[in-house]
């Protein structure tokens, strides 16, 4: 017995399963250093992505030489199963998230400018000349988008609010506050913001939106206009700096803030009318006398 226990105990590990988790956790240093490039803004998206793909594709490598070293520990009773199930976890930890955006975005419209009004779309300003030469242009693609985006979100459309301009405002900047900066994950930053002047312009917010996972910058603008019956409309848009398709992610982003404005609106109570000049109230005065 003490025979046998020396032999198990001295079989080799299997050169395939260690193999396997070296290149899996090589391949979590690199989807961790592609994300911190992104997030920190120092480097273009084009060497982003090449990191990030290489990650992924390291993962899937490390996979398929577990599933390698599975077959040779069955054949040859090689110990290393711990390692080669450890490579394959950290794998698929990594191609889950891409694998499901490719899976959910599969039938929605390759797309990656969403508005609430594309005839008359809010215009980048001062976003505008923050994007560089690779990135998307700033001005709105046409009407091929616009047949796109309608056949799958028809849902997105301008919102008309009871409200005046102003309070219309105050119900934008408080769905934005919702949406703050963060030290180690931004997701929101404003970076103009011009309130509604009766009479002279319209309410203009830009800011840029920050993917959850890789913090890729999306850029969004918010135009509140006076309506004839003294409401408001609030009219979004969102568009991703990169790439031709978002994954429906620029129209949750739209929807998500038409309902939270929405929301707050609704909250907003009514404001007092102004109250009348002093003649007038010595006119009042008189006449109830």
Not at 133 to 150: C, F, H, I, M, V
Not at 174 to 195: E, G, M, S, T
Request: aromatic share 8%; hydrophobic share 45%; net charge positive.
């Amino acid at each position: 017995m003490a025979r046998r226990r020396r032999r198990i105990a001295e079989e080799p590990v299997s050169r395939l399963a260690l193999w396997a988790r070296r290149i899996a956790l090589f391949s979590l240093t690199v989807v961790l250093l592609a994300v911190i490039i992104a997030r920190s803004g120092y480097l273009d998206i084009v060497p982003v992505l090449a990191t990030y793909a290489a990650g992924l594709g390291l993962a899937v490598v490390g996979i398929l030489v577990a599933f390698a070293a599975f077959v040779a520990i069955w054949r040859s009773g090689y110990r290393g199963l711990g390692q080669a199930v450890t490579a394959v976890f950290i794998g698929l930890v990594l191609i889950a998230f891409p694998a499901y955006l490719a899976i959910s975005g599969h039938d929605l419209p390759k797309v990656a400018d969403v508005t609430t009004d594309p005839i008359d779309p809010p215009r980048f300003e001062v976003v505008a000349r923050l994007r560089t030469r690779t990135a998307n242009p700033a001005r709105y693609s046409g009407l091929k988008p616009d047949e796109l985006q309608g056949s799958a979100y028809s849902e997105i459309v301008p919102l008309d609010l009871t409200i005046p301009p102003a309070s219309a405002y105050k119900a934008v900047r408080a769905a934005l506050a919702k949406r703050k900066d963060n030290l180690v994950a931004p997701f929101w930053r404003v970076i103009d913001d011009r309130p509604p002047t009766a009479g002279r312009r319209e309410g203009h917010i830009e800011a840029i939106a920050y993917t959850s996972v890789l913090g890729f910058r999306d850029d969004v603008v918010i135009r509140i206009r006076p309506t004839p019956d003294d409401g408001a409309r609030v009219d979004i848009r969102s568009a991703s700096r990169y790439g031709l398709w978002d994954f429906g992610v620029n129209a949750a982003r739209v929807r998500s803030l038409l309902e939270d404005i929405n929301i707050r609106a609704a909250s907003i109570k009514p404001e007092p009318p102004p109250p009348p000049p002093k003649k007038q109230r010595r006119r009042r005065q008189r006449r109830s006398r």
